[in-house]
């Protein structure tokens, strides 16, 4: 164990996020998720859900400042009447992070692309839908 380094964030996931340089992408993929199937490089936190993940992460590590928009969430596909309210929550933890970081959606499709040339996937035990969001790491200084 070491001091400041939130219990849920395992060696390998601590090991991933020291790797990442700025620019890179880590995607948090909810239960739903086919993060084998997309990942250069997977890391399971399996019992663990999206929300405590982004928060202890992004204890870790700065959003990027350099792009329009350092996180991305999985649009809801045309027709699906599902509403996202975990977003919500997302909002709160990005929002006490980084007030400045702009949060924007992609369709699904795009998703996937930007998860397969991501730096890392995380698979969750998240149920809800439409959980997924990558985030673009940014400078440490």
Known sequence: MLLGIPPIISPE???????????????????????SSNAKRLIRCDGHGVCELLSAILKLFPLD??????????????????????????????NASNPEAKISEIRRNEFYERARSAYAVIATSEAALYANIILKKGVIK
């Open 65 to 94: 400042s350099y792009v329009e928009s350092p996180v991305v969430l999985m649009q809801v596909e045309p027709g699906d009447t599902v509403v996202p309210v975990i977003w919500d929550d997302y909002k709160k933890i990005v």
């Open 13 to 35: 996931l601590l090991k991933i996020l020291s790797e990442m340089g700025h620019g890179d992408e880590i995607v948090l993929g909810d239960g739903n998720f086919p993060a």
